[in-house]
């Protein structure tokens, strides 16, 4: 089916996504169908202000990605490569990021409330006014971080 993948706030279009689910399945199925579809196709995916909050996101490949003021809340991006991403002002309250590849994304005013950043890499991120109380960086890998 297609999907017609829109910007939570403005309902504004932002791609057409074909996706295998019925049209009766779960929204929050066929957001992350449409968000992985987008990881595959197209080059440096713009989800920002997505919806993908508790998507099971694990291991997806979004180097350059614009996840700006997207909601990433409990969602699993256990080892996902969001290298050079842009992840200003994203909500990612309790997701897990175990594992990740955070290199030189932009975390700016970001909220990592008690998120598992547990042997993360995060090197030359921009941590600037992001909120990370109750967050897990345990072996969590930093070097030349802005904070």
């Given at each position: 089916m297609?999907?017609?993948?829109?910007?939570?706030r403005?309902g504004?279009?932002?791609f057409?996504?074909?996706?295998?689910?019925?049209?009766?399945?779960?929204?929050?199925?066929?957001?992350?169908?449409a968000?992985l579809?987008a990881?595959?196709?197209?080059v440096?995916?713009?989800?920002?202000?997505?919806?993908l909050s508790s998507?099971?996101?694990?291991?997806?490949?979004?180097v350059?990605?614009?996840?700006?003021?997207?909601?990433?809340t409990?969602?699993?991006l256990?080892?996902a490569n969001?290298s050079?991403a842009?992840l200003?002002?994203?909500?990612?309250r309790?997701?897990?990021?175990t594992?990740?590849?955070?290199?030189?994304?932009?975390?700016?005013a970001?909220?990592?409330?008690?998120?598992?950043?547990?042997?993360?890499i995060?090197?030359?991120?921009?941590?600037?006014g992001?909120?990370?109380r109750e967050?897990?960086?345990?072996?969590a890998r930093?070097?030349?971080?802005?904070?």
């Amino acid at each position: 089916m297609d999907y017609e993948f829109k910007n939570r706030r403005t309902g504004q279009l932002q791609f057409i996504a074909q996706i295998d689910a019925a049209e009766n399945a779960p929204e929050a199925t066929k957001r992350r169908l449409a968000a992985l579809w987008a990881v595959a196709n197209l080059v440096r995916p713009d989800l920002s202000d997505a919806d993908l909050s508790s998507a099971d996101l694990a291991g997806v490949i979004l180097v350059e990605a614009t996840l700006k003021d997207a909601d990433l809340t409990e969602a699993n991006l256990s080892g996902a490569n969001l290298s050079w991403a842009d992840l200003t002002n994203a909500n990612l309250r309790d997701a897990n990021l175990t594992g990740a590849n955070l290199h030189r994304a932009v975390l700016r005013a970001a909220n990592i409330f008690r998120a598992n950043v547990l042997d993360a890499i995060l090197h030359e991120a921009d941590l600037r006014g992001a909120y990370v109380r109750e967050t897990n960086l345990s072996e969590a890998r930093f070097r030349h971080y802005l904070s």
